[in-house]
């Protein structure tokens, strides 16, 4: 159980094109998703927090109409990097709280495998 | 400030060796720590979660230990196996949901 899937596991695209990553809880709802970015040898650098139903908080430094983050289901949080530049290749990883665990206050985390982006 | 550090940066060890990698955390309030594995490419997976009140929690070869007075935590890996090469980061949960990462430790088993 607790399984997070990602869609595509890499892409690559052309400077000022626009690509969409999907996020994916498949056996339990998650009220909650987050996006992260990692560069090489570097941990997780949390970019925002979606809230299924309502607008997805930025942290602070990260472009809201850059990276557009759509949550409209319980299980489905979507990233879409828009006029995508070379700058922004990197390894995007969300991570999906299971909303029983707020129950149990362990705010247990459930982390997807990634995806690769690479901007030409 | 909410920091997490961990060390060694990175760790080099034998095939069937045990090792032990550390955490240091400055988080207030804290909630749970938790250790990751993260192989190259891959999201990170959870090897143990451990509330204030635990002092140590083992998963297979995986045993962590937290001292809630010291705020320190390690991950000792029994016998290991050249599958245990990856990175490994310490993540503390603040009250209220935030995660704080440390920068991980590269942990390589040669045979």
């Known amino acids: 159980g607790a399984v997070v899937s990602q869609h595509p596991s890499r892409v690559i695209c052309k400077s000022g094109t626009s690509v969409k990553i999907e996020c994916r809880s498949l056996d339990f709802q998650a009220t909650t998703m987050f996006w992260y970015r990692q560069f090489p040898k570097k941990s997780l650098m949390l970019m925002a927090t979606s809230n299924e139903g309502s607008k997805a908080t930025y942290e602070q430094g990260v472009e809201k109409d850059k990276f557009l983050i759509n949550h409209a289901s319980l299980t489905l949080s979507t990233l879409t990097v828009t006029s995508a530049h070379p700058e922004d290749s990197s390894f995007y990883i969300c991570?999906?709280?299971?909303?029983?665990?707020?129950?149990?206050?362990?705010?247990?985390?459930?982390f997807g495998p990634g995806t690769r982006l690479t901007v030409l | 400030k909410n920091q997490v550090e961990q060390s060694p940066q990175s760790l080099i060890i034998l095939e069937g060796k045990n090792c032990t990698l550390q955490c240091n955390y400055t988080v207030s309030p804290f909630s749970n720590l938790r250790w990751y594995k993260q192989d190259t490419g891959r999201g990170p997976v959870s090897l143990t979660i451990?509330?204030?009140?635990?002092n140590t929690k083992s998963n297979g070869r995986y045993t962590a230990t937290l001292d809630a007075d010291t705020k320190q935590s390690s991950l000792h890996i029994t016998a290991s196996q050249l599958s245990d090469s990856a990175s490994y980061i310490c993540v503390v949960s603040a009250s209220g949901g935030k995660l704080i990462f440390g920068q991980g430790t590269e942990l390589s088993v040669k045979p």
């Open positions: 991570s999906a709280r299971d909303t029983k665990s707020l129950i149990n206050r362990i705010n247990e985390q459930f």
């Open positions: 451990m509330t204030f009140s635990e």
